[in-house]
Nanobody, 127 residues
């Protein structure tokens, strides 16, 4: 079965860290560009971190730049999002996605390039 399954979400205090994981099954992540999108209550979905196939380039939304890091482990067929210095405004449902759009900024700015979505994992940042 072809799917993406996220994990690692939860509740954390401001300033804390979380690492989201996304395991792929039924296909190989190595052959795709990768992206994490998020959607906060009452807000539009936004691309926060995107990476090209081959990991040669990446893009981060201004709101997370310097705090979030996207990475992949091809042997584990898994993509990660390391989130540090979390803020209440990072509270959202986070989605792992794959695409053939190999320009990370384009991918992050237009979710029509996304080919497959995970089910999402909830991150709540609150004191």
């Amino acid at each position: 079965q072809v799917r993406l399954v996220e994990s690692g979400g939860g509740s954390v205090q401001p300033g804390g860290s979380l690492r989201l994981s996304c395991a792929a099954s039924g296909f190989t992540l190595e052959n795709h560009a990768l992206a994490w999108f998020r959607q906060a209550p009452g807000k539009e979905r936004e691309g926060v971190s995107c990476m090209s196939q081959g990991d040669s380039s990446s893009y981060y939304a201004t709101s997370v730049r310097g705090r979030f890091t996207i990475s992949r482990d091809n042997a584990a067929n898994t993509v990660y999002l390391q989130m540090n210095s979390l803020k209440p405004e990072d509270t959202a449902l986070y989605y792992c996605t794959v695409s053939q759009q190999n320009q990370p900024q384009r991918l992050c700015l237009d979710d029509r390039y996304v080919e497959r979505w995970g089910q999402g994992t909830l991150v709540t940042v609150s004191s």
